[in-house]
Structures are given as structure tokens and as C-alpha cells.
């Protein structure tokens, strides 16, 4: 899977957009919801989606065909595999895969899949293909959302070039990737950008001086402080962020062979964690930034949320953290592009329970119940404090009064 802390001040950054970004807003995606039914559109930075579920950038995204069938399916936008210029340096091997499973009821590791490891780089087919597998989706899915995951070396020429002929395919819109954890760091790709904040100001500066459709910037979780490089991404223009890709990890070591998974000719390296097991990390992250972005910005920017998404409630967390969207990769790795029909259908019956006809109606709803621990300290003394003074009763037998005694007597009954 493709897989400084500033002052406090905010800067504004101006560049030229195409018309106000290339908008869509067909009939066909403006679909009303029924009659008491939830309504799953969502409309971030000018793009309209059917739902907030979109296919995270990896191999649901490798190509044409799988593109396809994720729109045919109902998926709300569809982000590709990362690309960049030379596809030729980019050289995957197999196995790249590793998991993690839960042990099972008899004590067997033959449980669910809770964990799923990948050393798998960025778009190993030519950059000409992937840009005729652009125009083609956009040609056949006007109006749907098509965003281009790209990724480049430390070189501005090269960058600027990337967004131009990517944007010259129609996609709508742009997800950095400034978060794989494997690959080529030595290149300055990756998550080698997203660590360090200095570079990640300087590309992004070349990206937004060039882009004229809405960016995200994809943030890695392998950092101290995520607000950090998510705070530089929103200040250097972009208008949205994404979080989180995957964890480093190292999946486990056969007990057998002595030797680490996934294992290529008896050898492996790190690789990026994810699924279910990533989820509360993600949540973390992704209220974090949250947070970050309601105290510092405006409603303009975007957030998308990503890790372990496997269920309709799963994406719920996210969306009351204040995500505008969710993303799904490994998710759809295990039980294929039909799941976002069980996503939309679950996260109707929960905005059912709660008796919300839209997404926005509690979007970062849960994000103002987090605080510190010294308030939690501070909250919880103060509730036990109002909670004896509820209940305590009387001190003596010189505080029954006359005219409030059927209350001072049920002030001390405790049934």
C-alpha cells in the first residue's frame, strides 16, 4: 500500500485555480435520499461524493480495471496508486505481504485477520499508462471523483512537471504522498518528506505554486507530533489533509525458520503496518489533527481519515472526530469492492439510532469530549464533590427544620 513546530500564526497562500476548482455536479451524484432515510452525500473542496467511503490509495487503485469496478460498485471517490515519473526505478517483489491474526477460540493462530503488513512500493506501470487509465476513467465517470496519488524526488522541475500531466488527464484532484514508510527514503520520497518539516514546507510550496485543483497532503503516523507536519501542509496551501498511512513495523518471525515475514529469498525489511489493529492509532491521529485544524482554520480545509476500516461504525469514528471522508485499502484487500455497500448500509443505521439525516449533522461531534488530564482530574473531583453534597443529608439533629422535612428525610434514604 502506498504506503518545527510553527508559531501560531496562520499564513495565507494564493495561487491560480482552474474556474474555482473543477466542480461536479451531476444530477446523477445529487441523488435524494428517501423519505426518513439518511443522506451519505458529502461535498469536500467543491468535489461532490455519493458517500464519504473512497478507496484508499494501493492496489484497489492499480489500474483501470479495478478502478472501474470500485465505481461500478458505488464507492464515493477512488484515489490511485501513487505515481511518479520513471516508473522503471520502481522494482516490487513477492511475497510482499505479511498478517497478523487473532488467535482463534481453540487456541489456534487461524483467528480473523487483525493485522496486515506490506513492503510494496508506489505504481510499478509506466507513467504513460497511468496517465491513459486517468483519462479514461474520466472520460467513462465524468462525473465522478478521480484523485491522483503522486510522489517525486527532491526536484522541482520534476514535481511541477508530475502535476502537469497528471492534471492534464481530468482527475480532480491531488493526495500527496509525504508518508510511505518503506521504499526509497534515500531519494527523498516518502515519508522521508513527511518527517521533516523544513522539506515538507519547500514541496509543498513547488506543489501549490503549480496545482490548480485541490491538494491533500498524506501524512505518515512515524512521527512524534502529526499536528506538526499537518500544520506546514495547510499553511503552504494545501486544502486538505489525509491521515494516516501506514505504521513501520515488523510483522513477526517464523518460530520455525527463524526467518521474518514477509520473507523474500530468506530476507525482509521493514514495512508498513495496517488494518484493524492500526484503528485506535488512527483515531488518535486523526483527532489530533482535528483539533489542530478547528483551533487554526477555517471550515475550507479538509481532513480524510484512514486506518482499519472494516465497518460502518468503524467509519463513524472518524466522521464524529470531523474526517469529511473516509479511506479504505487493505479493507478492500480482504473482502473486495463490494464492502461499500455494507459500509453505507451500517453507517445508515447508525445515523438512524441518532436520528441524523446527514453527515454533517455530527461531523466532529465527539471531537469537543477530549481534554487533558489535569481537566479529567479536575472534572471528576469536582463531580464526586457535587455528588456528596447531593446525598450527604443532614449533619445533626439541629438542622431538621419544620417546613422541609419530608425533603431533609428523603435526603437520606438511599433507595
Not at 43 to 59: A, D, R
Not at 156 to 179: C, H, M, P, Y
Not at 347 to 357: E, I, V
Request: aromatic content about 6%; charged content about 25%; glycine content about 10%.
Amino acid at each position: 500500500m502506498d504506503s518545527l513546530l510553527l508559531g501560531g500564526s496562520v499564513f495565507e497562500v494564493a495561487r491560480p485555480r482552474l474556474a474555482g476548482f473543477r466542480r461536479r455536479r451531476s444530477a446523477s451524484l445529487r441523488v435524494m435520499a428517501q423519505a426518513g432515510e439518511p443522506d451519505l452525500s458529502v461535498k469536500v473542496n467543491g468535489l461532490e461524493m455519493p458517500n464519504p467511503f473512497v478507496i484508499g490509495s494501493g492496489p484497489p487503485g492499480t489500474n483501470y480495471t479495478v478502478m472501474k469496478r470500485a465505481f461500478d460498485e458505488g464507492w464515493g471517490a477512488v484515489i490511485a496508486k501513487t505515481v511518479s515519473l520513471d516508473a522503471a526505478k520502481v522494482i516490487n517483489v513477492t511475497p510482499r505481504y505479511a498478517r497478523l491474526r487473532a488467535a482463534g477460540s481453540n487456541g489456534s493462530a487461524k483467528g480473523p485477520i487483525i493485522g496486515w503488513e506490506n513492503i510494496e512500493l508506489i505504481s510499478d506501470r509506466p507513467f504513460e499508462t497511468m496517465l491513459n487509465d486517468f483519462k479514461r476513467l474520466k472520460e467513462e465517470y465524468p462525473d465522478r471523483i478521480l484523485i491522483a496519488s503522486i510522489m517525486e524526488e527532491y526536484n522541482k522541475a520534476a514535481w511541477q512537471e508530475l502535476i502537469e500531466r497528471v492534471e492534464e488527464t481530468g482527475v480532480d484532484a491531488f493526495e500527496i504522498n509525504f508518508s510511505c514508510p518503506h521504499g526509497m527514503p534515500e531519494r527523498k520520497m516518502g515519508a522521508a518528506v513527511g518527517q521533516d518539516c523544513d522539506l515538507l514546507e519547500e514541496i509543498c510550496g513547488w506543489i501549490n505554486e503549480k496545482a490548480t485543483i485541490p491538494v491533500w497532503a498524506k501524512m505518515t503516523p512515524n512521527i512524534t507530533d502529526i499536528t506538526q507536519p499537518a500544520r506546514v501542509a495547510l499553511k503552504s496551501g494545501c486544502e486538505g489533509v489525509a491521515a494516516i498511512n501506514t505504521i513501520m513495523s515488523v510483522m513477526g518471525i517464523n518460530l520455525d525458520t527463524l526467518r521474518p515475514e514477509p520473507c523474500v529469498e530468506g530476507y525482509s525489511t521493514p514495512g508498513g503496518y495496517s488494518a484493524r489493529a492500526v484503528h485506535p492509532i488512527a483515531l488518535g491521529k486523526v483527532m489530533q489533527i482535528a483539533r489542530m485544524m478547528k483551533e487554526e482554520y477555517n471550515e475550507g480545509q479538509s481532513l480524510s481519515g484512514i486506518g482499519g476500516v472494516e465497518t460502518g461504525n468503524d467509519a463513524a469514528e472518524f466522521l464524529l472526530l470531523g474526517a469529511n471522508t473516509v479511506q479504505v485499502c487493505t479493507g478492500v484487500m480482504m473482502h473486495g469492492y463490494p464492502l461499500v455497500k455494507k459500509l453505507c448500509e451500517e453507517l445508515k443505521d447508525f445515523m438512524r439510532k441518532h436520528n441524523f439525516s446527514s453527515i454533517e449533522e455530527f461531523r466532529g461531534a465527539s471531537l469537543p469530549y477530549f481534554t487533558t488530564h489535569t481537566d479529567l482530574v479536575k472534572r471528576q473531583q469536582e463531580a464526586i464533590k457535587q455528588r456528596k453534597a447531593t446525598r450527604k443529608g443532614l449533619q445533626s439533629d439541629k438542622d431538621w427544620t419544620g417546613d422541609g422535612f419530608v425533603k431533609e428525610s428523603e435526603s437520606m434514604v438511599s433507595n
